[in-house]
Each structure stands twice: as structure tokens, then as C-alpha cells.
């Protein structure tokens, strides 16, 4: 089945510096990716959608000039947590779509932990 | 817009004892609906999903889930669970417009332990 990848799989990084996230499709061509962001014992909030070569669109509420997410190929997206603060932290989660109609399901990445101090 | 409702968000039951998480959902269309499981500190793993036909989906690890368009339900159950049964379990909602980019929008979650 297919594959999602997501490094590092756990990230501390000190307040006020940048981080970057990578999510990558090992063995299909992920045409858009979704990113979701889970606070401790909270569900996954779903983040921005990208599609490949096009700018994200976030859903309401989330800054985009904070969290900037590049989808320059279709197979590698990131999110860049930008000038990062504690309460950034939190457990990154991306998903993977191919092209050809939906499909959803072991298209997860395995998460990203952020600790930010 | 898509939106999911799990209305327990702790449930003990017995180690043996059947077990049902109750899931509804608002969506215009007919939806794709799914039941995640994840483990403290891990990813989702997808324990069953509907799209279409049968409404009562099999899935891994002996869970079952029923669609119930009239009350807008997807419940997921298992007959006797197992103490590897605790974890948190989310109940989430896929949309089939294509302009909508397939968007999963998950539920609060509901988490199971175990009693001995």
C-alpha cells in the first residue's frame, strides 16, 4: 500500500527560531497534501490543504504566515512552523492524496512531535 | 460544512465486555466515514471505513461499525474487547465533493480504557 513519510518523527527546538517539517509519498504521486495539528489529548485539527504547485489554503483561524507550507513536487511537502513559541507545540500530522479521486486511508503520515521551550 | 460529533469522551468497560462508541455526523451528501484508533504518542491506524453499499463495515482487529443514514450514525462496536483495546478512538467524516479537495474532518475522539 502506499506510503507517507513524515522527518523527523520528534523535534525540539528552542522559542523564536524556525522549524521545518517534511511529509513525503514514498510510492505514489501525492498531488494534495493536508496538514493537521494535534494538541495533547485533543483530536486532529485539520491545518491547510496544498496542492501541488499551488498556494495552501488554510482553514480559519490558522495564521499562514506562521505555518508556511511549500508543495513544490508531488511527492514532498513541508510546513514550517515560522519565529516558533510554546504553544506551538504540538503533534504534526500530514496526509497524502493521490491523484484519480479520493482516497484516504493509510495515506497518514506517522506525525511529527514539536516541543518548542 | 462536514462535522462530527462523539459525545463520550471517556468510556471504561470491562475486559470482555462488549463495547460501543457512538459517532454522529452532519454532511449534505452522502459522506465517507471512517473510525481511527491511535495509541499514546502514536499515529492513526484506520480500523474500518464506509463509502458505499453495506451498511455494517467489518473491520481490523474484530470492530465493526454500522452506517445509519436515518440518524446520521456511524457507531463502532466490538463484541468483547481486549486490554490492548484501550487507546483513543476517533470517528471522522470525508468529504466526496471534489472541490472540496476530500477534506477528513475528525471528531473530538473518545477514549477507552480497560478494566481488568
Redesign the interface.
Not at chain 1, 41 to 46: D, R, T
Not at chain 2, 41 to 44: D, R, W
Not at chain 2, 101 to 109: H, T
Given at each position: 500500500g502506499a506510503v507517507v513519510s513524515q522527518h523527523p518523527s520528534w523535534v525540539i527546538c528552542k522559542s523564536g527560531t524556525s522549524v521545518k517539517i517534511e511529509c513525503r509519498s514514498l510510492d505514489f504521486q501525492a498531488t494534495?497534501m493536508?496538514w493537521?495539528r494535534q494538541f495533547p489529548?485533543?483530536?486532529?485539527?485539520?491545518m491547510a490543504?496544498s496542492?501541488e504547485g499551488s498556494k495552501a489554503?488554510y482553514e480559519q483561524g490558522v495564521e499562514k504566515d506562521k505555518f508556511l507550507i511549500n508543495h513544490a513536487s508531488l511527492t514532498l511537502s513541508t510546513l514550517t512552523v515560522t519565529s516558533a513559541h510554546p504553544e506551538d507545540s504540538s503533534f504534526y500530522?500530514c496526509?497524502a492524496?493521490g491523484a484519480g479521486?479520493?482516497s484516504?486511508?493509510?495515506y497518514?503520515?506517522?506525525?511529527t512531535?514539536l516541543t518548542v521551550t | 460544512a462536514q462535522s462530527v460529533t462523539q459525545p463520550d469522551i471517556h468510556i471504561t468497560v470491562s475486559e470482555g465486555a462488549s463495547l460501543e462508541l457512538r459517532c454522529n455526523y452532519s454532511y449534505g451528501a452522502t459522506p465517507?466515514l471512517?473510525w481511527y484508533v491511535q495509541s499514546p504518542?502514536?499515529?492513526?491506524q484506520?480500523l474500518l471505513?464506509y463509502f458505499s453499499g453495506d451498511t455494517l463495515v467489518q473491520g481490523i482487529k474484530g470492530f465493526e461499525a454500522e452506517f445509519k443514514r436515518s440518524q446520521s450514525s456511524f457507531n463502532l462496536r466490538k463484541p468483547s474487547v481486549h486490554w490492548s483495546d484501550a487507546a483513543e478512538y476517533?470517528c471522522a467524516v470525508?468529504?466526496?465533493s471534489?472541490s472540496s479537495?476530500?477534506?477528513?474532518?475528525?471528531?473530538?475522539?473518545t477514549?477507552l480504557s480497560i478494566r481488568p
Open positions: 494534495t493536508f493537521y489529548k485533543q483530536s486532529l485539527m485539520l490543504t496542492n489554503t500530522i496526509r492524496k479521486g479520493p484516504y486511508e493509510q497518514f503520515g506517522p506525525g512531535r | 465517507y471512517f504518542g502514536q499515529g492513526l484506520l471505513k476517533f470525508g468529504t466526496t471534489y479537495a476530500s477534506k477528513i474532518i475528525f471528531g473530538s475522539g477514549r
